[in-house]
């Protein structure tokens, strides 16, 4: 029978470099051995097995100061402008925004332990229970996952798996990493089910993880795999699994767990699984009385003026920005008593496009907000939403992509297309790398798409607002300093 959750304390193998005891929340069976579970039919029982790992990756993704920011802030699509004391931080969001981050940033430890520790508990599963195949499957993929945001943050890392033992784990090249990823995914791939389960991976899952890592295996490897990341994407897209939602924003809303569109998602719960802090994160204070949230907002990410005016007046994804006159829920206007007396908008509340500076006076009011995902009426400081890790939007883009770059533009045409005319914007006669760039932009906002994207297409190291150019080695973030102290056997990115 199954036992209610109890804290247990369980060796995490060299999650920080050396084994730690920490205590997890995990459910536990009581009186059922190794060896029935691995005999049994009871598909519970793997559930209760592996919802710890799943648990683990819900985590802080969707919060602030992890590793959803470090890809946000760091592109040309968002930032966090300082006003006066609020949000200077150590100004570390300013360097983020400038690329001139150090290795000692709070953020990109967060990152780091955010990944470690879930990697750590996959292993501990599949150490204690070797022999249950399925279980075994679904959990290797699921570390592959973590490992493609590693390899694409910061490149070299250490490949801890069930089978690591002792000492201090040293950086393999991101080469090894790839393929790391690969083997871990194809060797597999086959046992994943092909259902249509959307908060745990399946067969098609892996199938984008496939197609988002040879999308980008020039950069890690330097080999194109261009072939193969529209091969895979394909096996997405023809499964009949998923279908593009006629309304877009059906896939961010506060209820979106039948989403057509959504194929891998990490499903908040205010209650029971909380993380997604994004009103919080982005929305003025007097926003509050807009959405009669239950705490009070910190007014901190903005679009970049220029990302924003990308976007065609009739693109029906420009709605991703909240913009304009700020209203209360019962419609009064609001006002920003503490509103800058430069401010030419003065204290009625009003998101504009431009922010008139990074630092370190920027407006209180200055710049659009992320509204891509619905901020219900009443909502606690962290959101219902289930957050779309991959989902089939992104996946056509990459078919589009993939062919494109192998002259096959007929085929990159059909499927760009369809992005395009859910999103209300006249069909592609011909296509460029750049249009391909642009789509990416405006389908993705928000989706922690963009650093990668922009590093795809050469785009990273140039110039944009309130950025000069920056150095080519600051395509991968550096190691964090606290894990290099702790663990001398790390060796820190080139240009670091």
């Known amino acids: 029978m199954l036992k209610s959750i109890s804290k247990i304390c369980l060796m995490l193998p060299l999650v920080y470099a050396l084994g730690a005891c920490q205590e997890l929340e995990q459910e536990v069976l009581d009186g059922v051995t ?66 001139t981050w150090n290795p000692a940033e709070e953020s990109f430890n967060n990152s780091w332990n955010y990944c470690f520790t879930a990697i750590g ?40 798996d069930e089978t690591t033992k002792g000492g201090n784990p040293t950086n393999k090249t991101r080469a090894e990493v790839f393929a790391f990823i690969e083997k871990s995914i194809k060797d597999n791939i086959n046992a994943l089910p092909k259902d249509n389960a959307k ?12 197609a988002k890592l040879y999308l980008n295996a020039q950069i890690y490897t330097g080999t194109a795999k ?18 593009l939602s006629s309304n877009f924003f059906a896939n961010f809303s506060e209820r979106n767990s039948g989403s057509t569109e959504n194929i891998l998602t990490l499903p908040y719960d205010q209650n029971n699984a909380p993380g997604f802090n994004l009103p919080q994160m982005t929305l003025h204070y007097l926003s509050q009385r807009t959405y009669n949230l239950q705490d009070q907002p910190w007014n901190g990410y903005a679009s970049l003026e220029e990302f924003y ?44 496009p431009n922010i008139n500076m990074l630092a370190p006076n920027a407006f209180r009011q200055a710049g659009t ?20 890790l991959i989902r089939l939007g992104d996946i056509i883009l990459i078919k589009a992509e993939a062919a494109f770059r192998q002259g096959k533009t007929a085929a990159a045409l059909t499927a760009i297309n369809q992005i395009r005319t859910r999103a209300n914007m006249p069909a592609f006669t011909t296509l460029t790398l750049d249009n391909i760039f642009d789509e990416r932009g405006f389908e993705m906002f928000a989706e922690a798409s963009r650093r990668t994207d922009m590093i795809r297409f050469g785009k990273w190291n140039q110039p944009w607002w309130e950025k ?12 964090p300093q606290n894990q290099i102290n702790a663990n001398p056997a790390l060796k820190q990115n080139p240009g670091y």
Do not use: C
Request: proline residues 6%; hydrophobic residues 40%.
């Open 226 to 243: 261009w072939a193969e990341a529209e091969a895979a994407a394909d096996q997405v897209i023809n499964s009949g699994k998923y279908s």
């Open 34 to 99: 190794a060896e029935d579970i691995a005999n049994s039919k009871n598909p519970n029982l793997i559930n209760v097995l592996k919802a710890s790992a799943y648990a683990r990756i819900v985590g802080s993704w969707g919060g602030h100061n992890s590793i959803w920011s470090i890809y946000e802030v760091s592109s040309d699509a968002m930032a966090i402008p300082q006003k006066g004391a609020d949000w200077e931080d150590g100004g570390q969001w300013i360097r983020m925004h400038r690329h």
């Open 369 to 388: 907000r992320v509204g891509k995902f619905e901020f219900a009426l009443g909502a606690a400081n962290s959101l219902n939403n289930d957050y779309p």
């Open 121 to 160: 508990e996959i292993n501990n599963l599949l150490i204690q229970f070797p022999d249950v195949a399925a279980l075994n499957s679904e959990l290797k993929v699921l570390r592959a996952l973590v490992y493609l945001w590693l390899i694409d943050s910061f490149g070299n890392v250490p490949i801890i």
């Open 309 to 352: 005016n990308k976007f065609d007046d009739k693109d029906v994804r420009k709605k991703s920005f909240l913009v304009g006159p700020q209203f209360a829920s019962d419609g009064t206007r609001l006002l920003d008593i503490s509103a800058e007396p430069t401010d030419p908008d003065g204290p009625p509340l009003t998101f504009t």
């Open 468 to 479: 000069p150019a920056s150095q080519p080695f600051r395509a991968l973030f550096p190691i």
């Open 199 to 210: 908060s745990t991976v399946n067969f098609y899952t892996a199938q984008a993880m496939l």
